[in-house]
């Protein structure tokens, strides 16, 4: 199979998309001939005209409203939003108004948008353009979260979120742009809910999220050397959430760390690991449950505080070792 | 009852009587709640549009059923003038399964997207942008549907407000944006909150005509969105319009009306109540007898009782419902 860039599959599955079905169109600031701000969009507004990659004024609340109202009547809009900080201002529309009229209007209209954005640090963008929001969004009933972690897993679930009913919040991660993967060159979908193990492992499960996946694969062929086999699982949905696949590798594993690069204090990793506390695994648990997220500040733009600022290869390899050094019958 | 009486004439004037018939309707509607609210019969919060019903009707009641309103909290009105069906409203107000929303909604939300009610809204200014794609839709689709956003006096202080202005100008799309100034955000006196004489001055900035207009005047009010409803479906773009009016009632159940003067209420409730004033007119034109009158409203009064007799009989939603239409369902 051939091997394209995430970024390259996220344009290859918005292609695909405008081709099959023209009720889908794009939004969003900077997205026509610039091409998006991470260049997602490149060549779209060339090949399907400025009337289905339209460029917005500066207006995020409108975007995002537009994108409602169109998708209320009868289109597939698909908004982007630069970067997903920008969410705050076109919070209403999302949380108040699309999340809700689905529910709101006893089942009677739906919302099916998209809205995709690039999160995450790595870049030194500094407080207002490099933090990981998702957890806000899968905290609303009525919003579907979507994460994906590589290139196969982006053009697939993005194939999913625009044919899903919903309104779908679709997490890019800015540093896996640039990664490759094989991925098919025909469209195909990816069913939202379903996690992935990524690797398969028998000591203890990493449940991670977005570039944290990558940094746990790491991290898991540094163990190996020394004789720990590590299961990597990937939800790639924050929701729905395929909670069985978690706790099935945990109740194989009986060790778990959960990673995000979300701040930790009330981030999604607290939900990932309320799932395994709250099941039955949580008495058989060899060693206690080890949660790694980003740091409680805001996030810095030089280059070596924003890389402490977030869970690195290290800090992964430590946290293994650390339950790895509970007997089973210590816990 | 037939919520579709076709307010114009066969030479597209509007038809007054069924305009008053209409108007009668939605203040019954709304002292109907009120009673029952007041009975303790009814759970949740309304916002009564009394002394606004020529807003409704010679707005979304000229609008054919194809195109699309969007509505705020003070929604009774442009629900009932755009053809929602009364009875399935009031089901909504007592928390009926058989509710517009199946009892989800609840005052502030009611829709009926059949006969393009896309929707009332409970945070103030977010029409705006809604409106704006949802006219969108209808340009991209080249569907000929225009759309009637309602928002109230201290909406345009919202930021929605001006992105979507700006937006729908920008693109030319087929809305019109309708403000109901009628004097008070809640308790706020709207002279007090802008610095300018007139909002309908607002469109200037966006390249948008403004016009204000007597809101309680109901031949005034259609002849206006007529214009606008015809330029927009001829690729003319967006209108705003601010018609000035007044809410009897307070801005919610719990108002006690400390903001405003009883003479100010006084002065708009016998003067300038837009029902009145059309069945003057009426009466004038000799189309109408004060005594036709009081036996449409009698009429009204008998119908919608017993539609209430009848919904208090209507199922409630079970537990089961809690879960219902939290995601759309995809396709098979």
């Known amino acids: 199979m051939r091997t394209i860039t995430y970024l390259q599959a996220v344009n290859e599955a918005l292609d695909e998309a405008l081709a099959q079905d023209e009720r889908v169109f794009l939004l969003g600031e900077d997205i026509g001939?610039?091409?998006?701000?991470?260049?997602?969009?490149?060549?779209?507004?060339?090949?399907?005209?400025?009337?289905?990659?339209?460029?917005?004024?500066?207006?995020?609340s409108a975007i995002a409203g537009a994108a409602v109202g169109a998708a209320m009547t009868?289109?597939?809009?698909?908004?982007?939003?630069?970067?997903?900080?920008?969410?705050?201002?076109?919070?209403?529309?999302l949380v108040n108004q699309a999340a809700k009229i689905h529910y709101m209007y006893g089942g009677k209209a739906n919302v099916p948008?998209?809205?995709?954005?690039?999160?995450?640090?790595?870049?030194?963008a500094g407080a207002q353009h490099s933090q990981s929001l998702e957890n806000w969004m899968a905290h609303i009933p009525g919003l579907k979260v979507v994460q994906p972690s590589n290139a196969y897993d982006a053009k697939g679930l993005l194939h999913a979120a625009i044919k899903d009913n919903n309104p779908v919040m679709f997490y890019e991660h800015k540093l896996l742009y640039k990664t490759s993967g094989a991925v098919p060159e025909k469209a195909y979908d990816l069913p939202l809910g379903v996690a992935d193990i990524k690797l398969t492992g028998s000591d203890i499960t990493i449940i991670a999220t977005g570039i944290m996946v990558d940094k746990a694969l790491q991290a898991a062929a540094i163990v190996k050397k020394k004789g720990i086999s590590v299961e990597v699982v990937d939800p790639r949905t924050l929701v729905p959430l395929d909670e069985q696949t978690l706790i099935q590798s945990v109740a194989k594993?009986?060790?778990?760390?959960?990673?995000?690069?979300?701040?930790?204090?009330?981030?999604?990793?607290?939900?990932?690991?309320?799932?395994?506390?709250?099941?039955?695994?949580?008495?058989?648990?060899?060693?206690?449950?080890?949660?790694?997220?980003?740091?409680?500040?805001?996030?810095?733009?030089?280059?070596?505080?924003e890389a402490q600022a977030t869970p690195q290869v290290d800090s992964l390899v430590q946290a293994i070792e650390q339950s790895m050094s509970y007997k089973e019958d210590q816990a | 009852m037939n919520p579709k009486i076709s307010m114009t004439e066969k030479n597209g004037r509007l038809d007054n009587v069924s305009a008053l018939r209409k108007m009668w309707e939605i203040r019954i509607f709304e002292e109907m709640i009120q009673q029952l609210f007041d009975e303790g019969e009814l759970h949740g919060t309304m916002h009564l549009c009394i002394g606004q019903e020529a807003t409704a009707v010679g707005g979304a009641?000229?609008?054919?059923?194809?195109?699309?309103?969007?509505?705020?909290?003070?929604?009774?009105?442009h629900c009932i003038a755009k053809g929602t069906d009364i009875r399935a409203m009031f089901a909504e107000m007592l928390g009926k399964k058989t509710g517009t929303n199946e009892g989800k909604g609840g005052s502030m939300h009611i829709a009926d997207l059949d006969v393009g009610n896309l929707g009332s809204n409970g945070i103030v200014g977010a029409g705006f942008p809604i409106a704006a794609g949802a006219a969108l839709s209808a340009q991209m689709q080249g569907s000929n549907q225009v759309v009637l956003c309602y928002a109230g006096d201290g909406?345009?202080?919202?930021?929605?407000?001006?992105?979507?202005?700006?937006?729908?100008?920008?693109?030319?799309?087929p809305v019109i944006y309708f403000i109901e100034n009628n004097q008070y955000g809640m308790s706020s006196s709207i002279e007090h909150m802008v610095n300018i004489d007139l909002l309908s001055e607002r469109g200037k900035s966006y390249g948008i005509e403004g016009i204000t207009i007597d809101g309680n005047d109901l031949d005034e009010v259609a002849q206006?969105?007529?214009?606008?409803?015809?330029?927009?479906?001829?690729?003319?773009?967006?209108?705003?319009?601010?018609?000035?009016?007044?809410r009897h009632k307070g801005h919610s159940k719990s108002d006690k009306l400390m903001y405003r003067s009883e003479a100010e209420c006084r002065q708009?409730?016998?003067?300038?109540?837009?029902?009145?004033?059309?069945?003057?007119?009426?009466?004038?034109?000799d189309q109408m007898t004060p005594e036709d009158i009081r036996l449409l409203e009698g009429s009204i009064r008998n119908e919608f009782s017993s539609l209430v007799a009848s919904v208090k009989q209507d199922e409630e939603p079970t537990s089961n419902d809690l879960w219902t239409h939290v995601y759309a369902e995809e396709n098979k």
């Open chain 1, 33 to 60: 001939i610039y091409g998006g701000g991470f260049g997602a969009t490149q060549g779209l507004q060339e090949k399907y005209g400025a009337q289905r990659v339209r460029d917005t004024p500066i207006s995020e």
């Open chain 1, 74 to 93: 009868g289109m597939r809009p698909i908004m982007e939003l630069q970067f997903s900080d920008f969410i705050t201002v076109a919070m209403d529309q």
């Open chain 2, 61 to 77: 009641g000229i609008l054919d059923q194809s195109d699309w309103i969007v509505s705020t909290h003070r929604n009774h009105g």
């Open chain 2, 224 to 246: 206006t969105v007529a214009k606008a409803v015809e330029k927009a479906r001829n690729g003319g773009g967006p209108t705003l319009i601010e018609a000035l009016t007044y």
């Open chain 1, 253 to 305: 594993t009986k060790r778990v760390i959960v990673a995000t690069e979300a701040v930790k204090n009330s981030g999604f990793s607290a939900e990932l690991t309320a799932v395994i506390a709250e099941s039955d695994l949580a008495i058989k648990l060899a060693a206690p449950i080890i949660r790694l997220g980003g740091e409680f500040v805001p996030m810095p733009a030089q280059k070596s505080l």
């Open chain 2, 268 to 285: 708009w409730q016998k003067y300038n109540d837009p029902i009145v004033r059309l069945e003057t007119k009426l009466i004038q034109q």
């Open chain 1, 113 to 124: 948008l998209v809205m995709r954005t690039a999160a995450g640090s790595g870049t030194g």
């Open chain 2, 155 to 173: 909406a345009t202080n919202e930021g929605s407000f001006h992105e979507a202005l700006n937006l729908a100008s920008i693109w030319q799309l």
